[in-house]
């Protein structure tokens, strides 16, 4: 065996010596297989449905009895659609699990049960409907959980960033904190590391933290106009930045090569003035349309007086704007595929088919906030 | 789909034995832990549902890890090309001196190799495995095991020969 054999043999052992805490794989493995599994039942039932519907119309079409059918919405989005109304907790199914007087202001369902931010501005967890305990400070802005949902990391007042891996048989989660990044705002997680943004006199900066070093010093990157998004499914991140043309151009970025854009197109009619749910206010030309992206970085929803989802997948090789969602000021992404919009609930199928679904009406001056879900 | 309760119960207890070993190969797959953990995730989601067509249980493991394999080269055929994923910030220096950095060097050299030949690499040194295992868990023939190696080492010890950081070159 020959030395460069010897070296790849030492080397990979060595790079895998240290496991880092992993949560069972089956808490997410089965909930997916089964979504998956209900999936392909209701699109092969709904596709037998639909076969004989055309049968039983060209039947009534022959025989000159045509009747209209309704719109076929055989998978509706709001069974995964869960919100707190003032302090209770309001499941798909209409369940509702009082609060305790927790005026809430932020809220995640991840697999190992409820995240939630209190007025209090401490992270708690809940877990079949009984409160566990307190996680981790959440008192500057809103926690980040990871795409799967297994992690979260968020700040204190003095920009200490705490970082903590749910468990799903314990109660507790193990954190620790990372080095003090005052005025620094999370961005998202990238694998195992967290981007923050920055904002200098001359626009925003961006670094990557590896949380398993926290003394490690951080190197900003700084593009100043560009607004990273979020985390792409495919190890990129996701970002916007100013075109020459006065819009706004879809930036893919490698966050590990000082956040250089690697791609980016221009063409896809993004209107100029975006808003970003979550942004620090900078530059003041960043308040105008709403663009979110969805918890997995599939789509990116735009909101410019008409909603339009943008499947990401496909962004750079065959551009695909999905319409069909209804329009209103503000919505949210509630899971990877649906958003709310007003009062309604709307999914987008892989296939481009858009469901959608009103939600019940709540009583007049209540306060409703949607749960996002991370890995579900 | 996996409905059987007795499959079900076999493949939990497989995923809670073998998982930290399963990761560790999806580590050297993916060049981070994170996106290792999606990787185990969705491999094993695929198995699980593929259950019922698995015939040999013994040979679940090898099922496993070649979803594993083929799903990171898939998704590192949808990413751009050149990059280099590595856990250290671009800016930190490496020491010429130091072995442990002459080990990232060659690390973030064999994580910038086509998926497919780093997964060879990774299946004959680290994993183990015979040439015609090997082939055997690609469904490949072990003609190409052997040629997509060769072209990974003879990649590796030209750009480590290039590479200031490594002290006296390899062979």
Same mark, same amino acid.
């Given at each position: 065996m020959n030395r460069l054999e010897t070296e790849l043999r030492e080397m990979f052992a060595a790079k895998t010596r240290e496991v880092p805490a992993m949560s069972d794989p089956m808490h997410i493995v089965l909930p997916r297989a089964r979504r998956i599994r209900r999936r392909y039942r209701t699109g092969l039932a709904s596709a037998i449905a639909v076969v004989v519907i055309l049968t039983l119309l060209a039947g009534f079409r022959i025989g000159g009895h045509f009747r209209s059918t309704p719109p076929v919405s055989?998978?509706?989005?709001?069974?995964s659609v869960e919100m707190i109304v003032n302090d209770e907790l309001v499941r798909p199914d209409g369940t509702r699990i009082p609060l305790r007087g927790r005026q809430v202001t932020w809220a995640a369902r991840v697999p190992a049960g409820l995240l939630f931010v209190d007025s209090d501005q401490r992270l708690l967890e809940m877990r079949e409907d009984r409160l566990i305990h307190g996680i981790l400070?959440?008192?500057?802005q809103s926690p980040v959980p990871s795409r799967n949902g297994w992690r979260v990391v968020t700040t204190d007042r003095r920009g200490t960033l705490f970082h903590g891996t749910l468990s799903a048989t314990a109660g507790t989660a193990r954190h620790g904190a990372v080095g003090r990044h005052r005025a620094a705002q999370i961005v998202g997680w990238y694998g195992q590391h967290v981007v923050l943004r920055d904002v200098t006199d001359t626009g925003m900066r961006y670094a990557l933290v590896d !949380?398993?070093?926290?003394?490690a010093e951080l190197g900003w990157a700084a593009d100043g106009q560009m607004v990273l998004l979020g985390e792409s499914r495919r190890r990129f991140y996701w970002g916007l930045k100013p075109s020459a043309d006065a819009g706004q151009c879809l930036v893919r970025v490698a966050? @590990?090569?000082? =956040?250089?854009?690697?791609e980016e197109a221009c063409? #896809?009619? !993004?209107?100029?003035d975006v808003a970003i749910p979550? &942004?620090? @206010?900078? $530059?003041?030309? !960043?308040?105008g349309h709403q663009v979110a992206l969805s918890p997995d970085g599939r789509y990116l929803a735009v909101e410019d007086g008409r909603l339009r989802v943008l /499947? !990401? /997948? &496909?962004? =750079?090789?065959e551009p695909r704007w999905i319409a069909g969602c209804p329009a209103s000021e503000t919505f949210t992404w509630v899971a990877r595929d649906t958003l709310v919009s007003g009062n309604t609930a709307c999914r987008v199928e892989p296939s481009g088919r858009v469901t959608s679904e009103s939600l019940p009406p709540q009583p007049a001056g209540a306060r409703v906030l949607y749960v996002t879900s991370y890995g579900l | 789909m996996a409905d059987d309760p007795v499959r079900d119960r076999e493949f939990r207890e497989f995923v809670s034995v073998r998982a930290p070993a399963l990761l560790r190969t999806a580590y050297l797959l993916t060049g981070d832990w994170g996106h290792a953990e999606d990787l185990l995730q969705t491999s094993l989601v695929k198995v699980y549902l593929a259950l019922?067509?698995?015939? /040999?249980?013994?040979a679940i493991e090898g099922y496993v890890r070649r979803v594993m394999v083929n799903t990171s080269t898939s998704w590192w055929r949808r990413r751009w090309r050149g990059e280099l994923p590595?856990?250290?910030? $671009? @800016?930190?220096?490496? /020491?010429? =001196?130091?072995g442990h950095a002459e080990r990232e060097t060659l690390w973030r050299q064999v994580l910038s190799l086509p998926a497919r030949q780093r997964a060879v690499l990774v299946l004959r040194?680290?994993?183990? #495995?015979s040439e015609v295992d090997t082939a055997r868990l690609l469904g490949i023939s072990v003609g190409t095991v052997k040629s997509q190696a060769s072209r990974a080492l003879a990649t590796l010890r030209v750009r480590l020969s290039d590479d200031p950081s490594v002290v006296g070159g390899v062979s």
């Open positions: 055989p998978n509706p989005p709001h069974d400070p959440g008192e500057q !949380l398993s070093h926290p003394d966050p @590990e090569r000082r =956040f250089e854009v690697v063409d #896809l009619g !993004l209107p100029a979550g &942004t620090i @206010e900078w $530059p003041s030309e !960043l308040s /499947d !990401l /997948d &496909t962004a =750079f090789s | 019922h067509r698995i015939r /040999d249980w013994g590595t856990a250290e910030l $671009p @800016e930190s220096r490496v /020491d010429p =001196f130091d040194y680290y994993e183990d #495995l």
